[in-house]
């Protein structure tokens, strides 16, 4: 099924929007979480509280727990197909690199799997916490929610201050810290509207180190001055050739009103009114972001990395784009990019000497060109073995002859 990456608009959209979700949203009077949501009046739906991508500057508040658990599977890990992904492999012996608020230890679900770049074993947004849980973590009886890759371990690096406004320089030092930890796989969460030197060479450093960086083509959030008609836009560390580009999409299929749009994107994956952990509690939050879409993206690459331990981190991400869903952004298939058969890659040399010619075909993924040259060496073969026979014919018809002659003597 292809993916139709559409913006909301209007009424209709916004309709259609709530139809598609499971899962409602809490009343928030601030930028921190509300601690005690309301229940929400439908059985079928919960109201969970939102988690912030920062915290309000003036007054910061550190996001509080949550007291709504879930017991029904998320949707993202349905459409994921993360139960079936779990019967190949939970992405055991990996580590993978979180850079964004932190990642608190006393998550539960990540209990003696989390490591910390010195000052980001605490996390007072939640942020970074929630994007460890889509990545990590473990199931628990009676709780629908896991992680996409329960077995990976997690390194937690901060690439923004305390209050989750992103800064280049600490998020360069976060790459550098989770490649130097070991980790296979790095999520850096933040998106900036210019390059460094100092971002550009960590991601040199993770590349040189056969690390896979994967970050979100946009920012989290709206864009609430951009028109419908505005350009698309790059965003670093996601626009550097190496790291694997990731865009948000929702239940249904679209992305958010007045979401930015990248000039630039490898994949798609569940971002939009997705649920995960927090920092403190037992409960479960919603958000809503390209940074939590290139998580799930992130726990897919430990899941690869962890089944095909003989793939660099280059061809990890080739594989992750080849196996998506075609669409004008391939969507996240994470079982195909585990146990998926990747057809060989067609040589570029020319026409053969014997005169076939496979005029290209867009789209044939290589069929056509394979089939010509198939159809070329059948030809060649067919030509040789028919010359053969004739020649073992007149061998014989000479063979008899002259026994007849010799008879007749």
């Known amino acids: 099924m292809a993916l139709r990456l559409l913006r909301r608009t209007g009424r209709a959209g916004r309709f259609a929007q709530i139809l598609a979700v499971t899962v409602a949203l809490g009343a928030s009077t601030g930028q921190a979480a509300a601690a005690t949501p309301s229940p929400s009046p439908s059985a079928s739906e919960l109201r969970l509280p939102v988690m912030p991508a920062r915290l309000d500057g003036t007054a910061p508040t550190c996001t509080q727990g949550s007291g709504t658990t879930m017991t029904q599977v998320p949707w ?15 992405g055991s012996g990996i580590t993978v690199g979180v850079v964004d608020t932190g990642v608190s230890t006393r998550a539960d679900v990540l ?33 629908g929610f896991t992680g996409a890759a329960p077995g990976v371990r997690i390194f937690a690096a901060r690439g923004t201050d305390a209050i989750g406004d992103p800064d280049a320089s600490t998020a360069a030092r976060g790459i550098r810290a989770a490649v130097d ?19 550009a060479s960590a991601v040199r450093y993770a590349a040189a180190h056969d690390v896979l960086l994967v970050a979100p083509a946009v920012p989290d959030g709206t ?10 836009v790059s965003f670093w560390p996601a626009a550097e050739r190496s790291v694997l580009s990731v ?14 749009q990248p000039a630039d994107v490898d994949l798609a994956a ?9 920092p403190t509690g037992h409960g479960y939050f919603v958000g809503s972001g390209p940074s ?42 994470v079982n195909s990019a ?5 057809p060989a890659r067609v040589p570029t040399a020319g026409p053969s000497s014997a005169g076939f010619r496979a005029l290209p075909a867009a789209h044939d993924g290589g069929v056509v060109r394979s089939a010509v040259s198939v159809a070329a060496g059948a030809a060649g073969l067919a030509l040789v073995l028919g010359a053969a026979a004739a020649a073992r014919r007149r061998r014989d018809q000479g063979g008899r002859g002259r026994g007849v002659g010799a008879s007749a003597a």
């Open 292 to 333: 939590f879409a290139a998580a799930y993206v992130a726990g897919a690459a430990a899941l690869v990395r962890a089944y095909h331990p003989q793939l660099t981190a280059e061809q990890t991400a080739e594989r992750l784009r080849r196996t998506g869903y075609p669409g004008d952004v391939p969507r996240l298939d």
């Open 223 to 232: 864009d609430n001055g951009q028109q419908q008609t505005a350009a698309p």
């Open 111 to 143: 209990s003696g799997r989390v490591t910390v770049q010195s000052g980001a074993g605490s996390d007072c947004v939640g942020h970074g916490t929630f994007v460890a849980g889509l990545i990590a973590a473990a199931p628990q009886s009676g709780i």
């Open 247 to 260: 865009v948000d999409f929702g239940a249904d299929g679209s992305r958010p009103d007045g979401a930015f």
């Open 181 to 199: 930890a070991g980790c296979r796989v790095v999520t850096v969460s933040v998106a900036l509207p210019r390059n460094t030197p100092a971002l």
């Open 270 to 278: 569940p971002g939009d009114q997705v649920s995960s952990i927090g």
């Open 338 to 342: 585990i146990t998926g058969v990747l």
């Open 76 to 90: 993202a890990q349905r459409l994921l197909g993360l139960s079936r992904a779990g019967l190949f492999t939970d």
